[in-house]
């Protein structure tokens, strides 16, 4: 029948049968049982109302009696006052309670109007006129019985209501035996019912599950081969993203070292170029030296020149005093000239003093003196004369040396000049490449820096992905302890579910002598 | 049992004077309150009151008897005056639970404030406001209050002006809450 039908369409008609039948006796017993809850609703919804009506009344009235109670022995007018109010208050909604009554009423309006005239007659007339002993007299003697009349009437009240919701009661059970009868027997019959579709259900259901479990038996052992296979897989997942994990740690490490060490760089870099653009403005101060230096030595070279040229004019004009010398040496010749024609002179003023006797014998001595003086003039003009031609003579000698001495001197500083200069251009020319080779490491200074700074840039996108990648390790790792974890559950789920289909065949076969 | 409830209540609660004292204890707290209520007595507003009633009586109260008075419900205006006026005011705060009343007279006896209604209207020719208006303190016998059936003793004081009693302070006290 099953496989005819199949499982899903022979459970769907032994269901519907079912749930007709149930159907069928539930509309049935819930018809029932709403018509006795109704009646039970509308029994206990009254008995409430009344309950309520005598409990109001109750609490009312006792309130009255309480508030008297206390205003008997009450000596603070403003309390009496305000006792008083709410005594009459209550009254009035004693009065309210007995025209909303749901019950029997007019007895119990009776009695209230005379309670009610009672107490009117307490108050004002004995307690608000002092008269204490009178009013507790009073009070127990002719109110008090009233409020017990009216309390024990709204108690027979109360009976009644109780002895009408007892019999609601007893009604309502009588009507539930009487449901349980119709319930126990519909049930019965839709026990039979099952039972019989049961019994052919089971039938073909036993069959069909043994073949679903001995397939269920074949997929549990290749789930399990497979989760043990997955686990494993996890596990060396698990420990290559260890590893991982730890290379990458260590290279983030590295990254990070090197980083700080660009970052060194860039700041020898810095330091550097900074250094090197002190040097060329160093080598620029150099320049201008070597260039005032040069310009010194041309001065020099000048001013050594307008030497040799002032030696020259020395030279003539040392000539010009030789010829000076040389005139005074004639001129001194001139002298002896005259000294020799002096003496002549004086010896002939002699003769002729020797002539004129006694008369000439003092021109004689004047002649004498004279020929004496011109004996002393010529020798004072030999001796000139011989001086003049020692200073011609080593007038010569001086120019000669100093000339010899000058033209080396010159000579001299002429090949210092030309050394000093040839020094100072080749100096010139080496700050020059200096200061080429100076600005061409400034600009590779400044190439390494930006270099650096890339390389730095690089470096922290380096680190970034080596974060980025750490993560994913991580993550990498979790996914394989997670799934180590779901291979280990599933595992378990096909250690569990070859557990049920075990029971499931031990349910089908009845006995465990059946399991293989 | 109407007869016999009747009786019981009347042999319970007639006033009775009863011939026993104060223990030493309750009359070393009653000589103490007797200070309190002298210093009442000299408020101010008390003796201004007494000044004003001993000065012009009240109209409405010119024909008052003790029948009349007695005729006054607690809460008819005229009752309730010498419970509202200053004086009255001044009497309710200083009630305590040891206090069970408390009232005020003229120097003709007649009410100027109380704490709660008194059964006369006037004391005049009785010792407790006659020994106050002689400059005395009174102290009457241990009595059952009728309408609490509680012990009390009652106490007068006079209020002085200047020396000279122009009223009397009558207060009564609880004697089983004199501690």
């Not at chain 1, 009554?101 to 009423?105: E, G, L, V, Y």
């Not at chain 2, 006054?72 to 008819?76: A, R």
């Not at chain 2, 209050?145 to 059936?149: F, H, I």
């Given at each position: 029948m099953i496989k005819k039908l199949g499982l899903q369409k022979y459970l769907l008609i032994i269901i519907s049968g079912v749930v007709f039948i149930s159907l069928i006796s539930s509309l049935f017993t819930v018809a029932y049982i709403q018509r006795s809850i109704t009646g039970l609703i509308k029994a206990s919804e009254e008995s409430a109302r009344t309950t309520n009506n005598i409990i109001n009344l109750s609490i009312d009235i006792s309130s009255i009696q309480s508030g008297i109670s206390a205003l008997l022995?009450?000596?603070d007018p403003d309390v009496i006052e305000a006792s008083v109010a709410a005594i009459q208050a209550k009254s009035k909604k004693v009065l309210v309670d007995i025209s909303q009554?749901?019950?029997?009423?007019p007895s119990i309006a009776e009695l209230n109007i005379n309670y009610d005239k009672k107490v009117s007659e307490l108050i004002n007339t004995k307690i608000l006129l002092g008269k204490t002993s009178e009013a507790i007299e009073y009070y127990i003697g002719d109110v008090s019985p009233v409020y017990l009349k009216v309390l024990a009437d709204l108690n027979n009240k109360g009976d009644i209501v109780q002895k009408n919701t007892d019999l609601q009661l007893k009604q309502s059970a009588e009507q539930a035996v009487q449901l349980k009868y119709v319930i126990a027997s519909s049930s019965g019959l839709m026990i039979v019912i099952i039972l019989l579709g049961g019994l052919s259900f089971r039938k073909s259901l036993v069959k069909a599950l043994n073949a679903i479990s001995e397939e269920l038996k074949m997929s549990t052992s290749t789930i399990k081969d497979t989760s043990n296979k997955v686990a494993s897989t996890s596990d060396f997942l698990s420990e290559s993203s260890t590893e991982q994990n730890a290379s990458i740690q260590s290279t983030s490490q590295a990254v990070q070292e090197i980083s700080s060490m660009t970052e060194v760089n860039k700041n020898n870099v810095g330091i550097s170029t900074k250094n090197a653009q002190e040097s060329q403005e160093q080598i620029g101060e150099g320049k201008l030296a070597i260039s005032n230096m040069l310009s010194a030595i041309g001065k020099i070279s000048s001013s050594n020149n307008q030497m040799v040229s002032q030696i020259t004019k020395n030279e003539n004009e040392f000539g010009e005093v030789i010829h000076l010398i040389q005139d005074i040496d004639s001129k001194t010749k001139i002298i002896n000239d005259i000294v020799f024609q002096t003496k002549l002179l004086s010896f002939n003023a002699s003769v002729e003093a020797a002539r004129a006797g006694e008369h000439g014998k003092g021109f004689s001595v004047v002649a004498e003196e004279i020929g004496n003086l011109a004996v002393m003039s010529g020798k004072a003009a030999t001796e000139i004369s011989e001086l003049l031609n020692n200073s011609v003579k080593r007038v010569n000698e001086i120019v000669k040396n100093s000339q010899s001495a000058m033209g080396q001197i010159v000579e001299t500083g002429k090949i210092t000049i030309a050394e000093g200069t040839k020094s100072a251009n080749s100096c010139h020319q080496i700050f020059d490449r200096i200061s080429e080779e100076s600005s061409q490491i400034c600009s590779i200074l400044e190439e390494i820096n930006a270099g650096t700074l890339e390389q730095s840039k690089g470096i922290e996108e380096v680190n970034k992905s080596m974060l980025q990648l750490n993560e994913v390790a991580n993550k990498g790792e979790q996914i394989s302890q997670e799934s180590f974890q779901m291979s280990a559950k599933l595992n378990e789920q096909s250690e569990q579910l070859s557990k049920i289909v075990n029971e499931l065949v031990v349910m089908i076969d009845g006995s465990k002598n059946n399991l293989n | 049992m109407k007869l016999f409830l009747k009786v019981a209540l009347c042999c319970l609660l007639t006033s009775q004077v009863y011939a026993e004292d104060l223990s030493k204890e309750q009359a070393t707290a009653l000589a103490k309150e007797i200070e309190t209520i002298k210093k009442i007595a000299a408020e101010p507003k008390i003796i201004e009151a007494i000044k004003a009633a001993n000065a012009a009586p009240l109209a409405d109260y010119k024909d008052m008897s003790q029948d009349k008075w007695k005729d006054?419900?607690?809460?008819?205006p005229k009752v309730r005056y010498f419970s509202k006026n200053p004086a009255g005011e001044v009497l309710k705060s200083k009630?305590?639970?040891?206090?069970t009343e408390l009232f005020l007279n003229a120097a003709d006896g007649s009410?100027?404030?109380?704490i709660s209604k008194t059964s006369g209207w006037t004391h005049k020719g009785k010792a407790k406001h006659d020994d106050p208006m002689a400059g005395k303190t009174w102290q009457g016998p241990v009595e059952m209050?009728?309408?609490?059936?509680l012990k009390s003793v009652q106490v007068a004081v006079p209020v002085l002006d200047g020396g000279k009693a122009i009223g009397s302070l009558v207060t009564g006290f609880s004697i089983t809450k004199l501690k």
């Open positions: 022995t009450e000596k009554c749901q019950f029997d009423c | 006054l419900p607690v809460l008819d009630k305590n639970d040891k206090i009410k100027v404030a109380f209050d009728e309408s609490t059936g």
